[in-house]
């Protein structure tokens, strides 16, 4: 999303995206040939464990980003209120019901296995984004002897993923994990000196240590946090 700002026929016009519009609400489109051709080809649905998780959306124009064993992403163009409120609907009755957000621009959840959907409207843009993962949390948890990890308490929970380990960054996603042991490890982490420029939210703490060493802890429903560490320059 970009915002243009253009003086036509005197006047300053304010716009986002593919259309510019003015104090009026005069608009000017200034779609290019592949706008057009993004909002008009048609996509092949996969065959794919993730999808057969979700509703094949009825809207048949957009491209799919990904289509890996780990993530499903597609993108699909001219898409109504009606046909976003619809597909979350049809999700809901796939199972995903569980630790659910929605908001006018966005609907997120996981399944009873594990699997986070998250659905992004763009009224503006008629596109909608759908994005589903693979669970986070089914491996066993071994947790770092050196690196950033050794600076924080290893957490209670038992199964995760680590996806980063080096000596300038740490990332992982940590399952049996409830919100109250979310709120917890946060405190234990400030006990381990992360308490400088500190943010706390009811789901996202972030602060730096002495030495410039940050961390950010979010729960992200389900059970499960992630830890993104990074060193000091």
């Known amino acids: 999303i970009f915002i243009a700002f253009v003086i036509f026929n005197g006047s300053l016009w304010v716009g986002l995206s593919n259309i510019i519009s003015n104090s009026n609400n005069d608009t000017i489109s200034h779609q290019s040939n592949e706008d057009i051709q993004a909002k008009t080809a048609k996509y092949t649905w996969p065959q794919s464990e993730l999808t057969a998780r979700i509703p094949k959306p009825s809207i048949n124009t957009g491209e799919v980003w990904n289509n890996s064993d780990s ?26 019901i569980i630790d659910t957000e929605k908001t006018d621009m966005f609907f997120e959840a996981y399944d009873s296995d594990g699997y986070y959907l998250k659905v992004s409207y763009l009224d503006f ?53 409830s919100k109250e042991d979310y709120n917890e490890y946060v405190n234990e982490c400030i006990e381990k000196g992360f308490n400088v ?37």
């Open 71 to 96: 993530e499903f992403w597609l993108i699909l163009q001219g898409v109504t209120t009606e046909d976003y409120l619809e597909y979350i609907d049809a999700c809901k009755e796939k199972g995903f």
């Open 125 to 177: 843009m008629e596109e909608l984004d759908i994005k589903i993962t693979e669970p986070r949390t089914n491996e066993n948890l071994e947790w770092p002897t050196v690196g950033l990890a050794t600076l924080i308490p290893k957490p209670q929970g038992t199964k995760g993923k680590i996806t980063i380990d080096t000596h300038i960054q740490f990332f992982a996603y940590i399952g049996e994990m």
């Open 197 to 233: 420029e500190y943010s706390k939210y009811d789901k996202v703490y972030s602060a730096k240590n002495k030495k410039g060493d940050s961390i950010r802890i979010e729960y992200e429903g389900n059970n499960t946090i992630s830890i993104s560490m990074y060193a000091h320059d």
